[in-house]
T-cell receptor, first 112, second 113 residues
Framework: GENVEQHPSTLSVQEGDSAVIKCTYSDSASNYFPWYKQELGKRPQLIID?????GEKKDQRIAVTLNKTAKHFSLHITETQPEDSAVYFC???????????FGKGTTLSVSS | DAGVIQSPRHEVTEMGQEVTLRCKPI?????LFWYRQTMMRGLELLIY????????DSGMPEDRFSAKMPNASFSTLKIQPSEPRDSAVYFCASRVTEQETQYFGPGTRLLVL
């Protein structure tokens, strides 16, 4: 089965700084790479995803980059704001019919 | 669109009691997932269904846990008997099988005393 690891487990930044979270996975058949954000007491919500035929995707202040050879993908948040404080999960998947397997999460704290 | 609906939102019960959690997926979604979230173990996949059929239940922790999906619009997760270590937030999620985006319900916070 898929083995998913996230680093770092916690990340503290000042407002306006950039944050990068890395996710490594074991299954070379993985072809879908989403990132979820979970605020305290809320449900996980998809914030950005990428498919294996694309190396990078951006959506305003967030971006995801993929390195299939090295089997890792990263979440990049620029110009961080206090409302970016949350737990972020990566959840790579190998095919459309299977379930997402979540990493342990990264707690991001943005201080103003 | 009402999103994924879960009930109850909160449940407090005593050890040994039966607990039933309910989920209504988004209309038209044919894949349904049950996850459990704790501080120690993170977000764990318990079981998932495609077209109402259980596909993988390897994440179900023990025989005390069982899940059913009698039709496309309803699923239950039952714990019998419950134990304090079952205390967690249980999430249901759904998606269209051929699409990637998976949507979570608000979760059920279970506390077993």
């Amino acid at each position: 089965g898929e083995n998913v690891e996230q680093h770092p487990s916690t990340l503290s930044v000042q407002e306006g700084d950039s944050a990068v979270i890395k996710c490594t996975y074991s299954d070379s058949a993985s072809n879908y790479f989403p990132w979820y954000k979970q605020e305290l007491g809320k449900r996980p919500q998809l914030i950005i995803d990428i498919r294996s035929n694309v190396g990078e995707k951006k959506d305003q202040r967030i971006a995801v980059t993929l390195n299939k050879t090295a089997k890792h993908f990263s979440l990049h948040i620029t110009e961080t704001q206090p409302e970016d404080s949350a737990v972020y999960f990566c959840a790579p998947r190998d095919q459309a019919g299977t379930a997402l397997i979540f990493g342990k999460g990264t707690t991001l704290s943005v201080s103003s | 669109d009402a999103g994924v609906i879960q009930s109850p939102r909160h449940e407090v019960t005593e050890m040994g009691q039966e607990v039933t959690l309910r989920c209504k997926p988004i209309s038209g979604h044919n894949s349904l997932f049950w996850y459990r979230q704790t501080m120690m173990r993170g977000l764990e996949l318990l079981i998932y269904f495609n077209n109402n059929v259980p596909i993988d239940d390897s994440g179900m922790p023990e025989d005390r846990f069982s899940a059913k999906m009698p039709n496309a619009s309803f699923s239950t997760l039952k714990i019998q008997p419950s134990e304090p270590r079952d205390s967690a937030v249980y999430f249901c999620a759904s998606r269209v099988t051929e699409q990637e985006t998976q949507y979570f319900g608000p979760g059920t916070r279970l506390l077993v005393l």
